[in-house]
């Protein structure tokens, strides 16, 4: 999707504790049509907190205090959602230096992060029988730079209080909603800790839908403690849910149209994603991938129990594949080239190696790539524009429509010198042509004119006719018929000028050149029929 889009995320919407919160462009959070402070809302200042922690963006400032921010697009946003909210960014990633990073893999479509933490609640001044009810995630106070534990109290359970110190790490999470949110077992509301019960989970599900319907990329994000034996952090249950991110990243201007142009060329698009089925549907809706029909999506979580005949089958009419793994990638490439069509794809990560190793022609972004995807790609799009696509092939089908059409006029020239020598001869009227003639024909009337024609600009409708068949041979019967046809029309003009000069002034150096002159006319004039 990133290749559709501007690459430039933003947060816009955030949805916890059973409310959605706007996010403007300047930076204001809005509830119901009113301004809040999130650090006067403990869930909302949780949920920034996470995705600030769970992040490898790289945070620096400037002499002047501007901060100076280096990552992916989605976690850029992330973190000028904090700075947007008054978190001092830097100092909250030194208070909680990161040990550990999980990955998102395959199997696991979450990030997660493991936070020694150097500030610490021993316990709440004011709970009840000095209990320990801590959960030490921090909370920055409107005074950029103080960052202070915040605790969050548990439903109490009847269970004595215990002195014992255990030595606990933060992990934070982020991902996939619905995989962080089925490892979810707790929530917090009106700052306690409680069940997440299955009502919430449909709540949030619904909510998540609603989101993605609107074309946003959503994230979920979660936290739980560990002991510090437990550094590996691969928490796979028993966290706290916080809320639902949402970031809008915006169609590049002209995509949809370029979508139309590809159509009009004969050209299918097919949408590869790693986004949610309702993302996914909205941005293919909005592009039109499906071109006015109705848009065939497929989750690739499927994929892997279909049948390969049916899978054939089934990547010829989907539009869109969402949620979709690196294995998944090779797999429709396979599949739709099985299908026997000619397969281009498109990637920029190290991921999309395979299927662009294995696919007819491998575009990799040459801006935004990696090393791996440029390496084993066919072409390299050195400006990262789709737009520059659909030039190449403009360019490609005039290139192969002037060697066509350069084949054609020597081959049908020559045919003719032929003819011309070869009938007079037979007839004994004398030679039409000298050697110096024939001569004159191939080096000058014949190359300038196939130089010209191979050097053609595009037909005005190059991108308005199918693509050729790969197996078709560039001189087709029909191309002989007419080239046998042309030649003996040229041949047949030479001759009879040949004629007159011969009923009028004899065989002899007149009549040969009236028959020079009108076959080199004859030739010059089929440059342009050609």
Not at 92 to 101: D, V
Request: charged share 20%; hydrophobic share 40%.
């Amino acid at each position: 999707t990133g290749t559709l889009t501007e690459n430039k995320m933003s947060v816009v919407e955030l949805y916890t504790d059973t409310k959605s919160i706007q996010v403007t462009s300047d930076g204001k959070f809005i509830d119901q049509e009113q301004d809040i402070n999130p650090y006067n809302w403990d869930q909302l200042l949780k949920l920034i907190h996470v995705s600030v922690l769970c992040n490898e963006s790289e945070v620096h400032t400037k002499s002047d205090g501007e901060y100076v921010v280096k990552g992916s697009a989605t976690e850029n946003a992330l973190i000028y959602l904090a700075i947007s909210a008054g978190v001092d960014v830097i100092q909250l990633k030194e208070n909680y230096p990161c040990c550990r990073t999980n990955h998102r893999s395959e199997n696991q479509n979450f990030m997660s992060t493991v936070h020694t933490m150097k500030h610490r609640d021993t316990a709440s001044p004011n709970s009840e029988d000095g209990d320990p009810q801590t959960l030490p995630l921090v909370a920055a106070t409107t005074e950029i730079g103080s960052l202070q534990p915040l605790a969050i109290k548990k439903k109490r359970r009847g269970r004595p209080s215990s002195s014992r110190h255990v030595e606990q790490m933060l992990v934070a999470i982020k991902g996939s909603p619905s995989e962080v949110l089925e490892m979810s077992t707790q929530q917090i509301k009106n700052g306690e800790l409680v069940p997440l019960t299955e009502a919430d989970r449909q709540a949030i599900e619904n909510e998540n839908e609603v989101m993605a319907g609107k074309g946003l990329r959503i994230l979920g994000a979660a936290y739980t403690h560990i002991n510090a034996a437990q550094t590996n952090g691969n928490v796979q249950h028993n966290v706290i849910w916080l809320g639902l991110i949402g970031m809008a990243d915006p169609i590049r201007n002209g995509v949809k149209d370029l979508m139309a142009v590809f159509h009009q060329a004969g050209i299918n698009t097919v949408m590869i994603t790693g986004d949610q089925s309702p993302t996914a549907y909205a941005i293919g809706k909005e592009l039109n991938l499906s071109r006015g029909e109705q848009l065939e999506i497929l989750d690739s979580t499927d994929l892997n129990n279909l049948d390969p005949e049916l899978m054939k089958g089934l990547c010829d009419r989907v539009n869109v594949f969402a949620r979709v793994s690196p294995a998944n990638k090779l797999q429709i490439v396979q599949a739709l080239q099985g299908a026997g069509k000619v397969v281009s794809m498109t990637g920029d990560g190290i991921n999309d190696a395979p299927a662009l190793k294995v696919a007819d022609v491998g575009i990799a972004m040459g801006h935004t790539g990696t090393d791996a995807a440029r390496e084993v790609a066919d072409i390299v799009l050195e400006n990262d524009n789709l737009e520059t696509m659909i030039i190449a092939v403009s360019h490609g089908r005039t290139i192969y429509n002037n060697i066509r059409k350069s084949v054609h006029f020597l081959l049908s020239t020559n045919m003719s010198e032929i003819m011309v020598m070869l009938i007079a001869t037979a007839a004994g009227i004398g030679h039409p042509l000298t050697a110096m003639q024939l001569l004159w024909l191939n080096l000058v009337t014949d190359i300038f004119p196939g130089l010209a024609l191979a050097l053609e600009p595009p037909e005005p409708d190059v991108l308005s006719q199918p693509p050729r068949n790969p197996e078709e041979r560039i001189i087709k019967t029909s191309d002989l018929q007419r080239i046998i046809f042309e030649s003996a029309t040229i041949s047949a003009s030479s001759l009879a000028a040949y004629g007159y000069g011969i009923s009028r002034y004899g065989i002899g150096a007149q009549a040969s050149t009236l028959g020079f002159m009108s076959l080199t006319i004859a030739q010059l004039l089929h440059t342009l029929s050609c």
